[in-house]
C-alpha cells in the first residue's frame, strides 16, 4: 500500500485561491487586509503572495467581536429625581 507524503505547500494558498475559496473576498479586499498593522499573515514564494491556512483562520478567529456583556437597568438621577418627586406628590 502506497504512502503518500505532505507536500511542503499543502497547508498554502495562493492570494487569490484564498480570496475565492476560503473567504468570497476580492483579492484586492485580501491584499488590504495583509496591510494591516496587525494584518492577515502571508508569505512570498517567490513573486507570489501565498497565505497559510491555519494562520489565516487564527487570525480571522483573534478579530471576531463578541457582544458586550449586558448591564442591569441602572436610573440616570434625572429619571430617580422624577420618580422621587411622583411618589411624594
Known amino acids: ?3 503518500t507524503t505532505p507536500k511542503l505547500l499543502d ?9 475565492r475559496d476560503e473567504v ?8 488590504r487586509w495583509t496591510k494591516e498593522p ?3 499573515p502571508y ?16 487570525w480571522l478567529f483573534n478579530k471576531m ?3 458586550a ?7 440616570s438621577p434625572r429619571r430617580r429625581e422624577r420618580a422621587r418627586i411622583s411618589e411624594n406628590a
Open 38 to 40: 496587525d494584518g492577515l
Open 65 to 67: 467581536r463578541r457582544p
Open 1 to 3: 500500500m502506497p504512502t
Open 24 to 31: 468570497q473576498k476580492h483579492p484586492r479586499t485580501v491584499r
Open 11 to 19: 497547508d498554502w494558498l495562493l492570494l487569490e485561491d484564498f480570496a
Open 43 to 58: 508569505s512570498w514564494y517567490g513573486k507570489t503572495l501565498i497565505i497559510h491556512i491555519p494562520s489565516a483562520r487564527q
Open 69 to 75: 456583556p449586558r448591564r442591569g437597568k441602572v436610573a
